[in-house]
């Protein structure tokens, strides 16, 4: 009898403890190597939404437990990082930032029924070829993104010769083939289709080729170190060739690498979630501890809200009933009200056009007699 007596009562507290156990989640992104600060804004939003949730209350009482994890954008390191995240016995992860990470992390998180929402990630096959439900994004799509940008380029440079390069990374060069897409669809014809490397310094025989060529506006499919060095590098030969890419320019470094040869620089991003007013206390949380909300640290703190509100819903942090959650939800979050579609992908408008000016981006504005909007316009008069 006493052993029955002792043993229910080490159950009691063992149950009690495990009732007041923190809820590990992990954030993944390449928090070293050349997009490393892809990764920190992916951090930044993660931690905040951390400690604005835990002072709140937590989920379902309990407090949250982030994990950080490294991925350098390299499928291997990402797929090392989603088994130690399992290990962890992490519920979910906010990432990867990499569509190039996310893909093959994903096949991990769903044999380890682990919730993802990506914040970043843009390749279509990220939700087309899901490997299981409990994958989603927060962010849109490249085939999204490449029919604005193509779209774009065709009604706003009529007589350009342009030139479509990409990096050869799931992102960049699927970003590129769906621009090249639409802009053919729509009329257009490139002079120059090209492929370079990623990390390399020196893309001066790249330049030289446009140069020849007559490019007068060059869409770049990849990331922002490469695409300042050669926005610095067409500048020096001399050309005043505009700049167009995606949503990796996001990101103060962009304009660090280019000083003024950025200038003009065009891209492709969702709408500017820190105009939303319901960011703004988030938004003014930051900037008073020095942080920065810029590109994805808001997208990575919605995609924490969502999850979060999933499993209060559910009422668990297990997986099936916080996947039915999702996707039967709506989600009050700071890039807006929005939901996952049946592929995992959300809700939301999709991507607007940027400009870089004096060191910052912001809305291409139609009062630009540079420029005319497609048809649909955002209410700021925004080109989306």
Known sequence: MKRILIFVFVASISSAFSARADITIGVAGPMTGQYASFGEQLRIGAEQAVKDINEKGGVNGEMLKLSVGD????????????????????????????????????????????????????????????????????????????????????????????????????????????????????????????????????????VTKMKQAGVTLVYIGGYHTEAGLMARQMREQGMDTTIMSGDALVTDEYWAITGDAGEGTLMTFSPDPRKNEAAKPVVDALEAEGKTAEGYVLYTYAAIQAWADAVNEAGSTDFDPVVKALDEGTFDTVIGDLSFDDKGDVTLPGYVVYEWKDGKYDYVNMSDPQFCCPDDCLDNGACR
């Open 71 to 206: 991925d350098a954008c390299d499928p291997k390191q990402a797929v090392a990082v989603a088994n130690n995240f399992a290990s962890e016995g992490v519920s979910f992860v906010a990432g990867h930032f990499c569509s190039g990470s996310s893909i093959p992390a994903s096949q991990v998180y769903a044999n380890e029924q682990i919730v993802e929402i990506s914040p970043a990630s843009t390749n279509p096959a990220f939700t087309d070829n899901r490997p299981g439900p409990g994958i989603y994004r927060v962010v849109g799509r490249d085939d999204q993104q490449g029919e604005v940008a193509g779209a774009y380029i065709y009604k706003n440079f009529p007589d350009a010769k342009v030139a479509i390069i990409n990096d050869k990374t799931a992102y960049g060069k699927g970003l590129a083939d769906q621009t090249q897409k639409y802009y053919e669809e729509a009329g257009g014809k490139p002079v120059l289709t090209e492929a370079y490397t990623a990390g390399e310094k020196d893309y001066t025989s790249l």
